[in-house]
Nanobody
């Protein structure tokens, strides 16, 4: 079971990006999915979260009204639409997922992480 992230890149301030993250492997169900980020020299911080049904979302104050999290359960994927990007949004963005894996005839709950995708915003 793994998470594959993509969609980072380099943009100028005010631009937009939409990184995505998809889970694959022997998955029974995917529950909450989250985005976090880590800027150079700083600790990893929470960015956004979405429930399994997608009707509950949370955002860090620093990204509220600029970022929108969404998911596609048919693809076990989560997306982060980032608008009005600022230089301080520059970071490696990580996704994680709280999921249940089917291994043989047993279910295993686990939290897995994607490898991260770099977002660079220039002024």
């Amino acid at each position: 079971v793994q998470l594959q992230a993509s969609g980072g890149g380099s943009v100028q301030a005010g631009g937009s990006l939409r990184p995505s993250c998809a889970a694959s492997g022997s998955i029974f169900s995917v529950n909450a999915m989250n985005w976090l980020r880590q800027a150079p020299g700083k600790e990893r911080e929470f960015v956004s979260a979405i429930s399994w049904t997608g009707d509950r979302t949370r955002y860090a104050d620093s990204v509220k009204d600029r970022f929108t999290i969404s998911r596609d359960n048919t693809k076990n994927a989560v997306y982060l639409k980032m608008n009005s990007l600022k230089p301080e949004d520059t970071a490696v963005y990580y996704c994680n997922a709280d999921l249940t894996s089917l291994q043989g005839d047993q279910l295993h709950g686990m939290v897995i992480w994607g490898e991260g995708t770099l977002v660079t915003v220039s002024s």
